[in-house]
C-alpha cells in the first residue's frame, strides 16, 4: 500500500474502502486506512479515492454464524427443535440458536428431546444428564394462513418455569417472533435486555449502485430504504429509531438527509457551502451535530433536525469531525488532528473548552459510546494494523477487542453488551459482533460481495 500526501498529512489507503462520516482525512472513502475516517479533506479527494478503493459489494448478503473469542464460562442452554416447525418457511429454533450464540454468553446444545412447551420436564432426569436450562416449542399452521409461535424456558436446576409466551404471525413475522424469543431467554438467563429485535443500518455497493439498508440486528431480513448511483455513508438512527440520517452525493456533493423509515420520506437537513458530513443525532432528537466546512475548515456545527441555521461548536485550526453524544446528551466526542495526528477530545455539548481522551498510538478515531456512558470504543492504528479497541471511561484503560488488522466504525448494541463493527477477513469485506466482556466474537459473512458502514439502532417498535 502506498501512502498519498496531502497538505502536510500522510493517507495509508487499502485495497478496499468503507464509508463512515468524514474522518480526518479522508471521510469519502471505503474505509480509509482500515478505518472509516472521516469525509476527504476537500472534496476533491472524493474522486481520488473513489477511483482507487471502490470494490463491488453484494447488496442483500446471507449472514451465518462463526463464533470464536477466549475460554470464558458460559451459561448452558438445551434446546430442542421447535414442534412442526418444518411447516413454516423459517426454522425458529435455528434462528434463536443463532441469536444466542452472537451473544458470546450462552453455551448452546441441541437435544433430541420429545417434547413441546406444553410438556413438563422429568427434572431429576434431565439435571441427570447435566442439563441446566432447557427451551422447547412449537409452530402452528392457522386457518388463516398465519403461524402459532410457541415456546418456554425451563431452569432444571430450580425445577422452575421461567415463562413463555405465543406469537400468531404472518410468514414475513417469522424471524421477528424468532428474535422475540431470543430477548425473552436472553432477559430471563442474564437480567439485562435483550437487542435480537432491534435493527441495523448497513451500506451495501454493487458495481456501480449503493444501496443504504435496514435489517435485523443479525443482518438478515435487509430491507433497502435508499439506492444511488452515487455514494451513501455515515447512516445514524434516531433515538427513537424512526428514522435515519445520513450522508448522500447524489448531487456530486456530501449532503446530510434525515430519512423517515416507515413512509420513506425524507428531507434535506445540511446542504451547505463545501462539505456536510458525520452527522449524529443528540439524544433528544431534536437536533444532529454534523461537520460542516462552510467556514473554510472541517469543524462541529449543530443543526436543528427541523432545519435552519447551524451553531459552531467547535473552534480549532484543524480538522474536527465524528462527533458522538454522551447518553445524558452533556458532552461529545469527537476527533480531531489538531495537535498534529487524530485523536478522541471530549467537549461539552454546546461547544467549550476540550480535553483529550485517547493518548495510545497516534491515530485514534470513530468513537462510539456505550449506552451507559461507561466505555469508549474506536478504532487505533497499531503497528500499522487498524484494530477495535475499547476504553473504561473510569481508569483511562483500554484494551484491544480483535484479531483483525482493518477494523472499522464501532457501534454499540441498545443493551451495551455487544458492539458491531467492519472489518476486512480473507481479502473480503465483513460485518463483525464481539462481545467486549470476553472478547467473544462472531463473523456475519455474505455468501457473496461486502457489506459496510453498520451503526446499530436502538430499542424501538418495529414499523
Known amino acids: 500500500m502506498n501512502p498519498i500526501q496531502l497538505n502536510s498529512h500522510v493517507i495509508v489507503l487499502r485495497p478496499k474502502l468503507s464509508w463512515s462520516g468524514l474522518l480526518l482525512l479522508a471521510r469519502s472513502s471505503w474505509g480509509s486506512a482500515g478505518a472509516k475516517a472521516a469525509l476527504v479533506y476537500w472534496v476533491s479527494l472524493l474522486v481520488v479515492l473513489l477511483g482507487l478503493m471502490m470494490a463491488p459489494l453484494t447488496s442483500r448478503a446471507q449472514l451465518r454464524v462463526e463464533v470464536t473469542g477466549l475460554g470464558v464460562t458460559l451459561i448452558p442452554l438445551n434446546m430442542n427443535g421447535f414442534r412442526d416447525e418444518s411447516s413454516a418457511s423459517q426454522k425458529i429454533s435455528a434462528i434463536v440458536q443463532a441469536d444466542l450464540e452472537r451473544a458470546g454468553q450462552f453455551k448452546l446444545t441441541t437435544t433430541a428431546l420429545s417434547m413441546d412447551e406444553t410438556s413438563r420436564p422429568d427434572f431429576s432426569v434431565l439435571r441427570e444428564r447435566a442439563m441446566e436450562n432447557f427451551v422447547s416449542g412449537s409452530v402452528t399452521?392457522?386457518?388463516?394462513?398465519?403461524?402459532?409461535?410457541?415456546?418456554?424456558?425451563?431452569?432444571?436446576?430450580?425445577?422452575?418455569?421461567?415463562?413463555?409466551?405465543?406469537?400468531?404471525?404472518?410468514?414475513?413475522?417469522?424471524?421477528?417472533?424468532?428474535?422475540?424469543?431470543?430477548?425473552?431467554?436472553?432477559?430471563?438467563?442474564?437480567?439485562?435486555?435483550?437487542?435480537?429485535?432491534?435493527?441495523?443500518?448497513?451500506?451495501?455497493?454493487?458495481?456501480?449502485?449503493?444501496?443504504?439498508?435496514?435489517?435485523?440486528?443479525?443482518?438478515?431480513?435487509?430491507?433497502?430504504?435508499?439506492?444511488?448511483?452515487?455514494?451513501?455513508?455515515?447512516?445514524?438512527?434516531?433515538?427513537?429509531?424512526?428514522?435515519?440520517?445520513y450522508v448522500s452525493f447524489e448531487t456530486r456533493k456530501p449532503v446530510v438527509y434525515v430519512h423517515d423509515v416507515a413512509s420513506g420520506k425524507r428531507r434535506v437537513v445540511a446542504n451547505f457551502k463545501g462539505s456536510n458530513s458525520a452527522p449524529t443525532w443528540a439524544p433528544d432528537g431534536k437536533t444532529l451535530a454534523v461537520t460542516l466546512s462552510r467556514d473554510g475548515g472541517s469543524q462541529i456545527f449543530s443543526v436543528p433536525v427541523s432545519g435552519g441555521e447551524p451553531t459552531r461548536l467547535t473552534q480549532s485550526s484543524g480538522i474536527d469531525t465524528e462527533p458522538v453524544f454522551t447518553p445524558d446528551g452533556s458532552a461529545i466526542y469527537f476527533v480531531s488532528d489538531r495537535a498534529g495526528s487524530p485523536q478522541i477530545y471530549r467537549m461539552p455539548a454546546k461547544g467549550g473548552p476540550t480535553q483529550r481522551v485517547t493518548f495510545t498510538g497516534n491515530y485514534n478515531i470513530s468513537?462510539?459510546?456505550?449506552?451507559?456512558?461507561?466505555?469508549?470504543?474506536?478504532?487505533?492504528?497499531?503497528?500499522?494494523?487498524?484494530?477495535?479497541?475499547?476504553?473504561?471511561?473510569?481508569?483511562?484503560?483500554a484494551q484491544p477487542l480483535s484479531d483483525t488488522a482493518f477494523d472499522e466504525r464501532p457501534s454499540f448494541a441498545p443493551n451495551g453488551k455487544l458492539i458491531i463493527y467492519a472489518t476486512q477477513l480473507q481479502?473480503?469485506?465483513?460485518?463483525?459482533?464481539?462481545?467486549?466482556?470476553?472478547?467473544?466474537?462472531?463473523?456475519?459473512?455474505?455468501?457473496?460481495?461486502?457489506?459496510?458502514?453498520?451503526?446499530?439502532?436502538?430499542?424501538?417498535k418495529l414499523n
Open 427 to 460: 481479502g473480503r469485506e465483513a460485518l463483525m459482533m464481539v462481545n467486549p466482556d470476553n472478547k467473544m466474537s462472531t463473523r456475519l459473512s455474505g455468501k457473496e460481495g461486502d457489506i459496510r458502514e453498520p451503526h446499530w439502532g436502538p430499542y424501538a
Open 141 to 245: 399452521k392457522l386457518a388463516d394462513g398465519r403461524y402459532d409461535v410457541r415456546f418456554r424456558l425451563w431452569d432444571l436446576m430450580k425445577s422452575q418455569d421461567l415463562g413463555g409466551a405465543s406469537y400468531a404471525v404472518s410468514s414475513t413475522d417469522l424471524r421477528r417472533s424468532a428474535h422475540q424469543i431470543s430477548d425473552y431467554i436472553y432477559e430471563k438467563l442474564t437480567g439485562v435486555k435483550g437487542i435480537f429485535s432491534t435493527r441495523i443500518a448497513y451500506v451495501t455497493k454493487v458495481k456501480s449502485s449503493f444501496h443504504l439498508w435496514i435489517a435485523d440486528a443479525d443482518g438478515e431480513n435487509a430491507q433497502a430504504a435508499l439506492s444511488s448511483p452515487e455514494p451513501i455513508i455515515s447512516p445514524s438512527w434516531s433515538p427513537d429509531g424512526l428514522q435515519l440520517a
Open 367 to 397: 468513537p462510539a459510546l456505550s449506552p451507559d456512558g461507561n466505555t469508549l470504543a474506536y478504532i487505533s492504528r497499531q503497528g500499522g494494523q487498524f484494530k477495535l479497541y475499547a476504553m473504561n471511561l473510569s481508569t483511562d484503560k
